[in-house]
C-alpha cells in the first residue's frame, strides 16, 4: 500500500464517520473514555472528545508508518542531515541526552559539547548569584535582559513565566526582542544599569532587530553609569563567537548555538541562559529531564501508543479530512500565557510550508493557523465562536490537578484553582456535547439559545506545572510537529519564508536613507516611505 493509498484509507474512515457526532461516538462505545487516554511522563492525554473512531486511528497510523515516520524519526536522532534543504542534522533531541550518550556529527561527539556548556551556564549563573561577577562599578547583577527574536526569545520567555514560581536565585529575567524602541524602553524604564546584564542571543549575530537593541542597550549603560567599559553587563548566546568578541563581549561570556538545533527547537541549549539564571541550573535541568522523558517515550512507544503521534496524527484528521484550517491552545493556567505564543512559531514556522521535500508543492494543505489565550479568559472573548460560530475549530485544553498560586492564602488559592478547572472541564463538555435550546426559550430565539456540540477538543493534564512537566510538555509539541511534517512531506527545519522580509527591508532601509538612489521599490511601498519619511 502506498502513500495515496494510506491516504485514501484514512479518506474512507473519515466518509464512515461523515454524519455521526461525538455523542454519538460515546453512545456507540461507553468504555471510549478511558480507552482513548494516553499518559507519557507526567501528562494525561485525553483524546475522548476528538470526532473519530478506532478504525480512523488505526488507518492514521497506517498512514504514519507508510510516511516514513519511524525511520525519519531515527534518523533524527542519530544525527543524519535530515533538514535536507541545508543539509543539517536535527538534533535539539542531544541537548538532552545524559552525559552518557554519544551522537557524532563531522568526528565531534556534539553531547560532549552540551554539557561542556551547560557546566560552564551553571558556573556563571552561580557566580552571578553570589556576587562573583560584578558590573562596572562593583555593583551584584540583579537583572538579565534576554535580547533575541523568534526562537532565541519565545521559548525562554514563554519558560520564565510558566516556571517563576521556580525563581530562586534572586536574579529577574526580563525579554526585550521587537525593534521597535518602546519594547527595550519598558524594560529598561524598571531596571538601573548599575546592576543590569543583557544576555545578546543571536545565531549569526548579525539578526537586525538583535543588534540594533543591543547597541542601544550598550549606550544606556554606558551613559548611565557614565563609564566606557561595560562589558561585565555582556553575555552572549551566538554560533559566530568572533562577531560577539568582536561587539564587545568576553569570550568566557560568549556560550555557543550550534547550526544543528533550529531557533525554533533550541529552549534547552544555552538559549535558556537567562531562564537558568532566574531559576538555577538545578531547574533547568529538571526541566532537560522532563524533555528527555518525552524524547525516550517518542522514541520507543508502538506509534499507536505513542502520544506525540498521536497528537499529531489527530492534528492531520483535523486539518486534512475535517478541514479545520484553525487551531486553539487554550492553557487553564495564567503561567503558560505565551505559551501558544510559542507554539505559534513552533508549528506555523516548521510546517507553514508549500513546497514539500522534493521542491515541488505540496499535495495536501499544511500547518493550521495555530493560535490562543488563557482560559478562564477566553470564555469571555472568542469562546462564542468556538460554541456557535459556523467553524468547528479544534482545542487543545491543557490544565493543572494543583496551582502553583503559594504567595496567597492556601485554601483561597485551591478554591480559586478549582473553580478554573471547573470551567475548564465544562468547557470540553459544551463543545462537544451542546446543548438543545431549552423548551422554556421563546420560539422567537430560534437558533440563538442552541449549542450545536460536536466541536472537537483533547485535554491534556497534569498534577502540577514544574520544570519537568514543563519540558515534557515543549517535548510533546516539538515530536507532533516533526511527525506531522513527516506526514505531510515537508522539510519542518528551515524558513525560507523569514528570510524574503529580512532583504526587503534592506532595500527599503537603503532608499530611506538615500531616495536619490535608483530603486526597485514597487511603487505602493515608494508612496509610503515618502509618507514616513515626510512625516517622520
Given at each position: 500500500m ?5 491516504w485514501?484509507?484514512v ?14 461516538l ?14 507519557a511522563g507526567e501528562l ?7 470526532k ?9 497510523v497506517?498512514?504514519?508508518k507508510?510516511?516514513d ?40 561527539n ?6 561542556a556548556?551547560?557546566g ?21 547583577i ?6 533575541g ?17 521556580f ?5 529577574q529575567?526580563?525579554?526585550?526582542s ?12 524598571h ?18 532587530e538583535?543588534?540594533?537593541?543591543a ?16 562589558q ?5 548566546v551566538?554560533a ?23 531557533g ?9 541562559f537567562s531562564?537558568m539564571?532566574s ?5 533547568f ?5 522532563g ?6 517515550h ?16 489527530v ?11 484553525s ?9 503558560l ?17 508549500r ?15 495555530v ?6 479568559n ?17 482545542v487543545?485544553f491543557?490544565g493543572?490537578a494543583?496551582?502553583?498560586a ?8 485551591r ?9 475548564m472541564?465544562?468547557q ?9 435550546a431549552?423548551?422554556d426559550?421563546?420560539a422567537?430565539?430560534?437558533e440563538h ?13 497534569f ?10 510538555l515543549?517535548?510533546?509539541?516539538e ?15 528551515d524558513?525560507?519564508?523569514v528570510?524574503?522580509g529580512k532583504?526587503?527591508?534592506g532595500?527599503v ?11 526597485t521599490?514597487?511603487h505602493?511601498t ?6 514616513f519619511?515626510?512625516?517622520?
Amino acid at each position: 500500500m502506498g502513500m495515496s493509498s494510506a491516504w485514501n484509507s484514512v479518506g474512507a474512515a473519515a466518509n464512515a464517520l461523515e454524519k455521526a457526532t461525538i455523542g454519538n461516538l460515546f453512545s456507540q462505545n461507553p468504555a471510549r473514555a478511558t480507552s482513548m487516554m494516553f499518559s507519557a511522563g507526567e501528562l494525561l492525554v485525553d483524546f475522548s472528545r476528538q470526532k473519530i473512531d478506532e478504525q480512523a486511528l488505526q488507518a492514521l497510523v497506517a498512514l504514519a508508518k507508510h510516511a516514513d515516520v519511524e525511520k525519519m524519526r531515527e534518523e533524527m536522532f542519530s544525527g543524519v542531515a535530515i533538514n535536507n534543504t541545508e543539509g543539517r542534522p536535527v538534533l535539539h533531541v542531544a541537548l538532552r541526552m545524559p552525559a552518557r550518550e554519544s551522537v557524532v556529527v563531522g568526528a565531534e561527539n556534539v553531547v560532549s559539547e552540551v554539557h561542556a556548556t551547560l557546566g560552564r551556564m551553571a558556573n556563571t549563573v552561580e557566580r552571578i548569584a553570589s556576587g562573583t561577577h560584578v558590573g562596572s562599578t562593583g555593583k551584584a547583577i540583579k537583572h538579565v535582559v534576554n535580547i533575541g527574536i523568534g526562537g532565541s526569545d519565545l521559548g525562554p520567555a514563554m519558560a520564565m513565566r510558566a516556571l517563576s514560581a521556580f525563581a530562586v536565585t534572586g536574579i529577574q529575567a526580563h525579554f526585550v526582542s521587537n525593534v521597535d524602541p518602546t519594547d527595550l524602553a519598558q524594560v529598561l524604564a524598571h531596571v538601573n544599569p548599575h546592576e543590569t546584564a543583557f544576555v545578546v542571543a543571536s545565531k549569526t549575530f548579525t539578526t537586525q532587530e538583535t543588534m540594533a537593541n543591543a547597541q542601544t542597550a550598550m549606550q544606556w549603560l554606558q551613559s548611565g553609569m557614565n563609564v566606557a567599559d561595560v562589558q561585565n553587563h555582556f553575555f552572549a548566546v551566538t554560533a559566530r563567537v568572533d562577531a560577539a568578541v568582536q561587539f564587545g563581549v568576553l569570550a568566557e561570556n560568549v556560550f555557543p548555538m550550534w547550526d544543528w538545533v533550529g531557533g525554533r527547537f533550541s529552549l534547552g541549549s544555552a538559549i535558556g541562559f537567562s531562564l537558568m539564571c532566574s531559576i538555577g541550573a538545578q531547574h533547568f535541568t529538571d526541566m532537560l529531564l522532563g524533555m528527555r522523558e518525552m524524547d525516550e517515550h517518542f522514541y520507543s512507544a508502538e506509534l499507536q501508543e505513542n502520544v506525540p503521534v498521536l497528537l499529531a496524527l489527530v492534528g492531520i484528521w483535523n486539518r486534512n479530512f475535517l478541514g479545520s484550517a484553525s487551531q486553539a491552545v487554550i492553557p487553564y493556567l495564567q503561567e503558560l500565557a505565551r505559551f501558544p505564543a510559542y507554539l505559534q512559531q513552533l508549528e506555523m514556522e516548521s510546517n507553514g510550508k508549500r513546497a514539500n521535500r522534493d521542491g515541488e508543492l505540496a499535495q495536501h494543505a499544511t500547518s493550521p493557523v495555530v493560535w490562543g489565550e488563557p482560559g478562564t479568559n477566553g470564555q469571555h472573548a472568542f469562546f462564542q465562536l468556538l460554541h456557535q460560530g459556523t467553524d468547528a475549530i479544534p482545542v487543545d485544553f491543557i490544565g493543572a490537578a494543583r496551582t502553583t498560586a503559594t504567595a496567597l492564602n492556601a485554601q483561597s488559592a485551591r478554591d480559586q484553582h478549582r473553580k478554573l478547572m471547573a470551567n475548564m472541564f465544562a468547557q470540553a463538555s459544551a463543545l462537544a456535547f451542546g446543548s438543545p435550546a431549552s423548551t422554556d426559550v421563546p420560539a422567537a430565539q430560534g437558533e440563538h439559545r442552541v449549542f450545536p456540540g460536536n466541536r472537537p477538543s483533547t485535554t491534556i493534564v497534569f498534577n502540577e506545572l514544574n520544570p519537568r512537566v514543563l519540558g515534557q510538555l515543549v517535548s510533546l509539541y516539538e515530536h507532533k510537529t516533526f511527525v506531522q511534517g513527516c506526514i505531510w512531506g515537508v522539510n519542518s527545519f528551515d524558513q525560507w519564508g523569514v528570510e524574503l522580509g529580512k532583504v526587503l527591508a534592506g532595500d527599503v532601509l537603503a532608499h530611506m536613507a538615500n531616495t536619490s538612489l535608483e530603486t526597485t521599490l514597487d511603487h505602493s511601498t515608494r508612496v509610503l516611505v515618502e509618507w514616513f519619511l515626510n512625516n517622520s
